[in-house]
């Protein structure tokens, strides 16, 4: 069993800059990706961006590339995203999941991934 627990979210003007993290509990937390997504009110959940166990491969949405980031330090068994000059629309709560062994064939679709968190809010003020 894996448990995910995702924390870093609040309000944040327009421009500004916030980090999550996702903290995991459970076996062999280093031997899987991890994925953030996001869900607005009234929209579907949609991928932000993935990272493979060692961090050597890492999948953004065309949204964020260039603003967001993702990491990991396996030893803390937690995974971050860097969220830099925040616009109104990436205002979400934003999910971490663990990827499933064959994540890399569909980084960006849900289904690839088996656990979620239960999200932590992220608002951005204009």
């Known amino acids: 069993q894996v448990q995910l627990v995702e924390s870093g979210g609040g309000l944040v003007q327009a421009g500004g800059s916030l980090r999550l993290s996702c903290v995991a509990s459970?076996?062999?937390?280093?031997?899987?990706?991890r994925g953030w997504f996001r869900q607005a009110p009234g929209k579907e959940r949609e991928f932000v961006a993935a990272?493979?166990?060692?961090?050597?491969?890492?999948v953004y949405a065309d949204s964020v590339k260039g603003r967001f980031t993702i990491s990991r330090d396996n030893a803390k068994n937690t995974v971050y995203l860097q969220m830099n000059s925040l616009t109104p629309e990436d205002a979400a709560v934003y999910y971490c999941?663990?990827?499933?062994?064959?994540?890399?064939?569909?980084?960006?679709?849900?289904?690839?991934?088996?656990?979620w968190g239960q999200g932590t809010q992220v608002l951005v003020s204009s």
């Open positions: 999941a663990k990827g499933e062994p064959t994540w890399y064939r569909a980084a960006e679709a849900p289904r690839s991934y088996d656990y």
């Open positions: 459970g076996r062999t937390f280093s031997t899987y990706a």
């Open positions: 990272i493979s166990w060692n961090g050597g491969s890492t």
